[in-house]
């Protein structure tokens, strides 16, 4: 028997224990529960087990050699490596918040599934083979040498973009994981958000510090196994509960037909009618308000003033002037503050006021020019997501650590099977978790909310995650009183279903497991960049083996504290920060990638062009837009979307790279070498 195979049956057999142990630790937990255990120690003795499980492997798999530090030796069999390529994608914009998404935005959610999986098809074809044969450690790396320029020739203006694109494209991305670190850690251990954030930390740095590339991989192998566990039990509990078959991906098809039945029920129901219709009049109050601008900001400071005065002096209770207090305090500062305000509270209360919108419709809109609008950004999102997930750099890094090009090409087999897995139950969940709301929850008494709602909506009391309001006062949960964020369904998932709590710590460790991997993955490809494409590369080219990686080690716990302040702070929601990520990596790094491995005619001066180009249309088209950026989506082009601003970029960026090195001399004769040997087959 050869070598790989005796490592691979090694493998299979201590994860194969794994599984036994992780099976029995369940068990353990479920006996515990029924015996009165307290359901906060069970969410302490998950978040303290999986911390144990991920440092131990970070302990195990600790590092100083630069090649397994940054590439994990390049022995990594390619089902593993698609384990932990899946567990490094299934971020916890997958695990937690693309089913929300579907729960709230039906069809139009489906180009999130559509683009991520259709973007390993173009990762499988156009990237990571060459970059294996390449034989590197870094996106950066490839960059340089294929098209040289600068000092020597040794491509350092190109790296140095590269790196600038890998970090700020990292950033983004690793700040939403961190975010959602915090939000399940403070909700299944009862500690402060802030709080949450820096206890997950601890567990992501314990892997990428000591162990590097290594120590992430068989971490990564680990959570993938909790991600699929945790993610299927629920799923397959609804399917059965609603549909009598407990494989979701074929029975949710069943229960279509009744969710759009009972959405039909709710849209003419007439007490539903009556709280949009009281939703309506608060947005229009608000559009007066911006009407009359600066003038309704002076009466409304005025108004909030003289209610504290008056309740100081009639001598009411204490709370009453202290909620006059907090609502002076609360009262917008100036009056460019409260129309930025006052139009976001018009745009939700406008959003509550619309009828529940078919989910299975596509781009459902009132006139036929805003249905083409909704399609339009449909596709856009959908080719966004693609051509970013073809130039996410802690993906593509991943390319690097298997045996050979024919290993990576399986290994990218392995991942979209592993990543299917999921990726086909999450429609599945969003239908079943709809259909459970729609029929258990609305048209409830008030007086017997189930437990789930408060547990959730107290987290965070200044945005709450859930919000149930009796508008109209008729003691009935009506759909349109019911606020719900997409962030937190899958969380809430077993509660809903009626399942007992250790499902609920379960589906918590498994969205912990897919915030952490991922965050992993992007630390490591932010502090590898830094320490081996800039320290090593351009600073000191001689310093030692042991100097590299103690550097990128500190690079490291640098990077992570930043994005863990950054992700305190709140910036957005999960879902936007990721379409960001891909819009930017798409812009900035596909073009020049996919052209220095097909087109020999690219050269040094035009892959800055179109790094250069593509990144500011991107970022341009944003800042333009986005309204927490300070646009508006009155100047947006085409109708598109803020998030899919790499529909602009990446043409952007590939005409640049085409015209600039056209106009320029071509590139050096060791290139066009270069080029043939990463396409030449094995």
Known sequence: MSGSKRYFRRLSGYYAWFCVCFAGFLLALTIL????????????????????????IGVVSRTSNVTEYYVAGRRVPAMFNGMATAADWISAASFISLAGGLYLSGFDALAYIMGWTGGYCLVALLIAPYLRKFAQYTIPDFLAVRYGGGAGGRGGPVRALAVSATIIVSFVYVVAQIYAVGLIASRFTGVDFSVGIFLGLASILVCSFL???????????AQYIIILVAFLLPTMWLSAKHADN???QVAYGSVLPKLAQREAQLAADPREREVRATFQKQADVYGERLAKLPASWDQGKLDAQRRLDTARLRNVSLADVRSAERALAAYPKTADDAETLWREQRARLLAR????????????????????????????????????????????MRSYTTPSVHETRVSVFWTLFFILLIY????????????????????????????????WGNIDKVNPLIQ???????????????????????????????????????????????ALSTADGLLLAISNALSHDIYYKLVDPGASTQKRVT????????????????????????????????????????????????????NHAGAIAGMVVGFLVCFYYMIRVHPMLGGEMDAAWFEIAPMSAGIFGVPAGLLAIVVVSLLTAPPARGSDGLVDYIRAPE
């Open 33 to 56: 529960e029924n015996e009165g255990m307290p359901r906060l120690w069970i969410g302490h003795l998950f978040m303290f087990a999986t911390i144990v499980l991920y440092a131990t």
């Open 211 to 221: 162990g590097g590339m290594r120590g992430i991989t068989w971490t990564q192998v």
């Open 246 to 248: 407990p494989v979701p």
């Open 353 to 396: 006021a619309q009828p529940p919108q078919p989910h299975a419709t596509p781009f459902p809109g009132a006139t036929e020019a805003e249905s083409n609008a909704r399609r339009n950004n449909f596709l856009a999102l959908v080719f966004c997501l693609m051509f970013g997930t073809a130039a996410l750099p802690h993906i593509l």
């Open 424 to 455: 086909l139950s999450i429609p599945a969940l969003a239908v079943l978790a709809k259909y459970d709301i729609y029929t258990s929850l609305v048209g409830s008494d008030f007086s017997s909310l189930p437990t789930w709602i408060s547990y």
């Open 468 to 514: 149930v309001v009796d508008i109209n006062g008729d003691g009935l949960v009506q759909l349109a009183e019911i606020a719900i964020d997409g962030d937190v369904l899958v969380l809430a998932t077993p509660e809903i279903g009626g399942l007992p709590y250790v499902i609920s710590g379960l589906v918590a460790a498994g969205g912990l497991a897919a």
């Open 551 to 602: 550097i990128s080690k500190l690079l490291l716990l640098a990077v992570a504290f930043i994005a863990a302040y950054a992700a305190s702070q709140k910036p957005a929601d999960i879902l936007s920060l990721v379409g960001a990520a891909f819009s930017l990596a798409a812009s900035t790094l596909f073009p020049p990638l996919v052209l220095g491995v097909f087109w020999k005619r690219a």
